[in-house]
């Protein structure tokens, strides 16, 4: 049950630009989170955002969240060449369902040209 | 610090073969999950457990089982193994006492069925 749809799937940029990607979902949450993961390895919890908070700061990332529009937004400001990865946005949907479920999107992948 | 491991990073078997996959995280996480990674479908639940000895199936059990004996391990099996089993396999964990349900994860196992 595919939940959020990241958009682009890829993208390319150069070092010190600025990475935007997107992410959408179908049905009301709790919390939306975002997650990396370098080539061939486990995913690692960047940031979380809750349902009723709009825009959240950990270092170089910013995660907006829109629930009018079941919609989020990760910024990489001044990107590295370490920023290299696949990015998930993870939904924590509002359901009488499993309690923890995480709904994965496909991820965006990220390539940073140095 | 979540400490997640897997037991193997690269396993190759042959078709027919009974296959386990083990996981072990040091963090008393009463949650844990199995999934497959594969491009283009991005990560897909397998199964999943709340508790010791309980477990849930999650989006595509099929040709799989696990077993959860006690808290810290969840196994992953293939009962014979084909060659669409083909895949990277993601262990994670999290608390039920954290309402947020952040997962961690481990480094993956990337399982060959020739």
């Known amino acids: 049950s595919q939940q959020g749809e990241e958009d682009p799937q890829a993208l390319s940029i150069q070092e010190g630009e600025n990475a935007t990607m997107n992410c959408s979902y179908k049905?009301?949450?709790?919390?939306l989170q975002w997650y990396r993961q370098n080539s061939g390895r486990g995913l690692v919890h960047l940031i979380l955002?809750?349902?009723?908070?709009r825009e959240k700061h950990s270092g170089r990332l910013r995660v907006t969240l829109d629930t009018s529009k079941k919609s989020s937004s990760l910024l990489i400001t001044a990107s590295r060449a370490a920023d290299t990865a696949s990015y998930f946005c993870?939904?924590?949907?509002?359901?009488?369902?499993?309690?923890?479920?995480?709904?994965f999107g496909k991820g965006t992948k990220l390539s940073v040209k140095p | 610090d979540v400490k997640v491991t897997q037991s193997s990073r690269y396993l190759v078997k042959r078709t027919g073969e009974k296959v386990f996959l083990e996981c072990v995280q040091d963090?008393?996480?009463?949650?844990m999950f199995w999934y497959r990674q594969d491009p283009g479908l991005g990560l897909r639940l397998i199964y999943f457990?709340?508790?010791?000895?309980?477990?849930e199936k999650g989006d595509i059990p099929e040709g799989y089982s696990v077993s959860r004996e006690k808290k810290e391990r969840f196994s992953l099996i293939l009962e014979s193994a084909s060659t669409n089993q083909t895949s990277m396999y993601l262990c994670?964990?999290?608390?039920?006492?954290?309402?947020?349900?952040?997962?961690?994860f481990g480094p993956g196992t990337r399982l060959t069925v020739t």
């Open positions: 994670a964990s999290s608390s039920s006492k954290r309402a947020t349900y952040e997962q961690y």
């Open positions: 963090m008393d996480h009463e949650n």
């Open positions: 993870a939904t924590d949907p509002i359901y009488g369902g499993s309690q923890g479920n995480l709904i």
């Open positions: 955002i809750r349902s009723n908070e």
């Open positions: 457990s709340y508790d010791v000895k309980m477990k």
């Open positions: 049905t009301s949450i709790n919390n």
